[in-house]
């Protein structure tokens, strides 16, 4: 394994489980210094520098995560804002939905970006580097149906990756997001097995794709080598979706 990010710090939120955590590992294997600030750390703490549990969603959390981060650590020099998710078993049909459920998604899946991304951001323009890289999903290309809200949140991802990237881009620092298709990990627990043969059924590649998978791509764009990509979202997801 190379190691493209000997002596870097790199956040991963939500990187307790999933693709955070293989993400995480990732990075680690790499060389870097790892901080995650997930709900639940018992699995990842042995395994990264820094794992703090906390909520996401919530500001002053974030704000005290990030500056243990950067007394034990260091600057950040990568921010991976992964933490999200689809509103799971109280999703289904927009005409059946409701405002928490939509406020609940938005929250995890778009404002824990915007809240990470402002916090550091300004740092790595400051040092006229850094690499931000945010989760997606190819549900918001695809306008998975009984996924309104979810899509709504992955959407405005990539609007915010866009417009970052443009204000960031002058002062070295790249935004890119990652738009996965199906992966598996614990969320795909929660679904049943017809829908997941509907999925495999509709991704050409023919299979379910790995945490790993998706972490190869958010390593390279966080990489050195990737110093003229920004902007952009990456689907990896077998070919479901082709932008
Ligand atoms: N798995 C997929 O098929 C898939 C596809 C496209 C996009 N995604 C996106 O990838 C990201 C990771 O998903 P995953 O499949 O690895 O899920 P996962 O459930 O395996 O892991 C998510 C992690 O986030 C943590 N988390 C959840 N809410 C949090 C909060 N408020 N604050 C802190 N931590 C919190 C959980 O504890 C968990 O460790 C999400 O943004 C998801 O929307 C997943």
Same mark, same amino acid.
């Given at each position: 394994m190379q190691a493209r990010f000997s002596d870097r710090v790199v956040v991963v939120t +939500? =990187?307790?489980?999933g693709i955070g955590a293989a993400t995480a590992l990732r990075f680690a294997q790499e060389g870097a210094r790892v901080a995650v600030v997930d709900l639940d750390c018992s699995e990842i703490a042995p395994r990264v520098a820094l794992a703090v549990a906390g909520d996401c969603t919530d500001a002053a959390t974030v704000g005290a995560f990030f500056d243990r981060v950067e007394a034990e650590?260091?600057?950040?020099d990568v921010l991976f804002n992964n933490v999200g998710q689809s509103?799971?078993?109280? +999703? =289904?049909?927009f005409v059946e939905s409701d405002e928490a459920t939509w406020r609940f998604v938005l929250e995890v899946s778009l404002l824990t970006t915007l809240r990470a991304s402002r916090r550091i951001a300004p740092g790595m323009r400051a040092r006229g580097r850094g690499r931000i890289v945010n989760m997606s999903s190819d549900a918001a290309q695809v306008?998975?149906?009984?996924?309104a809200d979810y899509a709504s949140a992955k959407m405005g991802i990539v609007g915010f990756t866009r417009a970052l990237a443009r204000e960031l881009a002058p002062h070295g620092v790249t935004v890119n997001a990652v738009g996965p298709g199906a992966i598996r990990t614990r969320a795909h627990e929660q679904i049943k097995p017809e829908v997941l043969a509907r999925i495999r059924a509709g991704t050409p590649a023919g299979f379910i794709g790995e945490p790993a998978d998706v972490a190869a791509l958010v390593a390279f764009l966080a990489?050195?080598?990737?110093?003229?990509?920004?902007?952009q979202t990456i689907l990896v997801d077998g070919g479901r979706w082709m932008l």
């Open positions: +939500g =990187g307790g489980q650590l260091g600057p950040v509103a799971r078993e109280k +999703g =289904g049909p306008g998975d149906a009984g996924l990489s050195d080598e990737a110093r003229f990509i920004t902007g």
